[in-house]
T-cell receptor, first 110, second 114 residues
């Protein structure tokens, strides 16, 4: 059974700080990794995806992938109150079916 | 573009009743998916489809059925509703580009079975 693990949080960071969200996965065959943001009562929306080892940056967001350690993270720089949400990590083994983690709740405090 | 639409937004069912959750997309996506999300949990795949006439089971298919007669529509049928099916149901669609395939989600249907 493929598993994706996330700390449920809440992770609290002050406004302007860097938020670091982590995710581990069990299937070494996993090939692509996605980060979704979900506001309370809303549907998930894609932030970014990564499939190569290393870092991928998109604005204030950076995804980091380490396949040897089976670890993927999301860094949010200059955190804003509007970033307060649940962040879902999802992985796929090269096909299109995603396996989701349970999500990490992020709270950005003023 | 409306994207992915779902109806109804909310529904209360009695145990043993049946209903169909509707999902439609106007992005000409080949792939469509149904997920359920229980409180504090991630999304679990119920069924998916790679094109009209082709469907397959996901992780939690028991108690559900699907059909895909057109590219646009992917309804989810609940037969003999049970309290364990109380959840939020999300429909999603994607192009089907392996490796970098972005799934776009509908607004969800909140279902309560009493």
């Amino acid at each position: 059974q493929k598993e994706v693990e996330q700390n449920s949080g809440p992770l609290s960071v002050p406004e302007g700080a860097i938020a670091s969200l982590n995710c581990t996965y069990s299937d070494r065959g996993s090939q692509s990794f996605f980060w979704y943001r979900q506001y309370s009562g809303k549907s998930p929306e894609l932030i970014m995806f990564i499939y190569s080892n290393g870092d991928k940056e998109d604005g204030r967001f950076t995804a980091q992938l380490n396949k040897a350690s089976q670890y993927v993270s999301l860094l949010i720089r200059d955190s804003q109150p509007s970033d307060s949400a649940t962040y879902l990590c999802a992985v796929t083994g090269g096909g299109n079916k995603l396996t989701f983690g349970t999500g990490t709740q992020l709270k950005v405090e003023l | 573009n409306a994207g992915v639409t779902q109806t109804p937004k909310f529904r209360i069912l009695k145990i043993g009743q049946s209903m169909t959750l509707q999902c439609a997309q106007d992005m000409n996506h080949n792939y469509m998916y149904w997920y359920r999300q229980d409180p504090g949990m991630g999304l679990k795949l119920i069924y998916y489809s790679v094109g009209a006439g082709i469907t397959d089971k996901g992780e939690v298919p028991n108690g559900y059925n699907v059909s895909r007669s057109t590219t646009e529509d992917f309804p989810l049928r609940l037969e003999l509703a049970a309290p364990s099916q109380t959840s939020v149901y999300f429909c999603a669609s994607s192009h089907g580009l392996a490796g970098s395939d972005t799934q776009y989600f509908g607004p969800g249907t909140r279902l309560t079975v009493l």
